[in-house]
């Protein structure tokens, strides 16, 4: 199993060679994860199907994406392995939900389908059907749109008022600072004491939260990001006249 890296959105994608082994042991534990089927070798897809199926649907998978050749067909196999072990009752139920991609062919179209995959959930998991080589391969093309995601999406134009951070795409979207939770509602980084309505409080009273707890307010604290994580944002300090 190899760790890829985490996207624009905080989802952790890992990767693994499938070959006729299941994984038992994963680093999230028994938490939901999303799942990309990933052919390289259709030779090994024939070999390896009923089992990476049975693989796929016995696992606590909630959204599963098929990317390559053949990648309906073994879209339809994890959908009736499904129905077989009592997962869902019928075909298209949901339980996983399911998609495929057979137009992207080479392993960077693959790897952009992959990288876009909606699910819903912190990690993702990615089986490479194909030989070790194709998945040190594969796993090498797939860490580049993550990291060219992770790296667009903290890099904003805007400072947001309250912590200074460039975070904001476009200021007075009621959009939340990903920083410190400030609902960007317009107000200026100058009107200190103007009451925010969709904040609850004013700029100077968010701004020495911040300073304190990490946070505009003590409720948004579980929904801001780390100190670590903040890093990556740039930031140019302001003081008031």
Known sequence: MRYLGEDGVERHFYSAHFDNKAITVLPWGSDLFDCVVFICDLACLNVVADKLAGT???ANTDYVHVVGPRAEWFHDLVDATSVCIGRQAHVGD???MTTWDEEASSLHEMARS???L???HDYV???VVGS???FNKASEVLSVPLKEDMESNYNRDYQC???DYFSIDEPGTQCNCRVCGWIDDGTAFDRLDTYSDSNGLTLRQARANFRTIGACDAKHLQDVLSPEKRDRFRHV???HP
């Open 56 to 58: 796929v649907v016995n």
């Open 94 to 96: 949901g339980s996983p």
């Open 114 to 116: 992959a990288s876009a």
């Open 118 to 120: 909606h699910g819903g």
């Open 125 to 127: 998991f990615v089986w």
């Open 132 to 134: 070790w080589q194709d």
């Open 161 to 163: 008022p309250w912590c």
């Open 237 to 239: 300090a302001r003081s």
